[in-house]
């Protein structure tokens, strides 16, 4: 499983768009980058997921250079309810997989 | 929507006693999934299984075990449960590779 790297905590305030930026240096080819959502005292909630250039749902965008060595979870106009911890997870399409949360990035949100 | 059903939010047992917790997802997800989140240790997974009576362990089996008589359900049990098993467990049900969706845990306290 490639390993992942993202900051620790971010803050942001209310209404401005928040980028993490996450790193997976050994990603493979048959990989997929994912991102979840988690607040406290809950299960981990699916945000997006892609392969590669950029993937936008009603959440968020996902922005993949053509190195795939990286991604950008870009969370537009955010809001208190945005504050969570946020992981991203490198994971293969077949079969199942395993999925192993690192410490994820701890946002903030202010009024 | 998917919809991952744990059956208790809070539990509270006693050293000794054999606990069972319930998953139950409203897919047909072949795939689920059971967790345990511990503050510094992230997501570990301890059991999973691919279809109807089939298991697989996971990294930290060691005092569980498994049970999947119907395709939306899976129960974890821990035999005789322990202090150090008090934890927040999380269940996830996917098809194939596709992301995994959690229900919202239960909180786990053995006293």
């Known amino acids: 499983l490639a390993k992942t790297t993202q900051p620790i905590s971010m803050d942001s305030y209310e209404g401005q768009e928040v980028n993490i930026t996450c790193s997976h240096n050994?990603?493979?080819?048959?990989?997929?980058i994912t991102w979840y959502q988690q607040f406290p005292s809950q299960g981990p909630r699916f945000i997006i997921q892609?392969?590669?250039t950029k993937v936008t749902n009603e959440v968020a965008s996902l922005f993949i250079p053509a190195d795939r060595k990286s991604s950008t979870l870009s969370l537009p106009r955010v809001s208190l309810s945005d504050t969570a911890v946020y992981y991203c997870?490198?994971?293969?399409?077949?079969?199942?997989?395993?999925?192993?949360f690192g410490a994820g990035t701890r946002l903030a949100v202010h009024p | 929507d998917v919809k991952v059903t744990q059956s208790s939010r809070y539990l509270v047992k006693r050293t000794g006693e054999k606990v069972f917790l319930e998953c139950v997802q409203d897919m047909d997800h072949e795939n689920m999934f059971w967790y345990r989140q511990d503050p510094g240790l992230g997501l570990r997974l301890i059991y999973f299984?691919?279809?109807?009576?089939?298991?697989e362990k996971g990294d930290i089996p060691e005092g569980y075990s498994v049970s999947r008589e119907k395709k939306e359900r899976f129960s974890l049990i821990l035999e005789s449960a322990s202090t150090n098993q008090t934890s927040m467990y999380l269940c996830a049900s996917s098809r194939g590779g596709q992301p995994q969706h959690f229900g919202d845990g239960t909180r786990l306290s053995i006293l």
């Open positions: 892609g392969y590669k």
């Open positions: 299984s691919y279809d109807v009576k089939m298991k």
């Open positions: 050994n990603i493979a080819t048959n990989d997929y």
């Open positions: 997870l490198v994971l293969g399409k077949g079969g199942y997989n395993k999925l192993i």
